[in-house]
């Protein structure tokens, strides 16, 4: 499966913005999908993931009640919709797609996107 994110860009504090994630193929549904991030510096962190059937979900601790998660399967896209915006935000964003886990850790995910970048300023 091939992963296009989309979606980044500059938002002011305690602003919105939604990330895109399109993949390729026929079997999407098969595939858990998560979105990760990589402030400069720092290690790549897990942020959200969705099964493959979209039933279940995870998130780390400091996106919870800001983000959410989602996927449309007529268009083959994952979503990353982030609210409330804060600086620590700031990274590049990526989404990586798997069918055979669904987790948080990086090493799992079989396959990546590229990077979006999102850049909240204070």
């Known amino acids: 499966v091939q992963l296009q994110a989309s979606g980044g860009g500059l938002a002011q504090a305690g602003g919105s913005l939604r990330l895109s994630c399109a993949a390729s193929g026929r079997t999407f549904s098969r595939y858990a999908m998560g979105w990760f991030r990589q402030a400069p510096g720092k290690e790549r962190e897990f942020v959200a993931a969705i099964t493959g059937s979209g039933g279940s979900t995870l998130y780390v601790d400091s996106v919870k009640g800001r983000f959410t998660v989602s996927r449309d399967s007529a268009k083959n896209t994952v979503y990353l919709q982030m609210n409330s915006l804060k600086p620590e935000d700031t990274a590049v964003y990526y989404c990586?797609?798997?069918?055979?886990?669904?987790?948080?850790?990086?090493?799992?995910?079989?396959?990546w996107g590229q990077g979006t970048q999102v850049t909240v300023s204070s």
């Open positions: 990586a797609a798997d069918d055979r886990r669904f987790g948080i850790v990086s090493d799992e995910y079989a396959y």
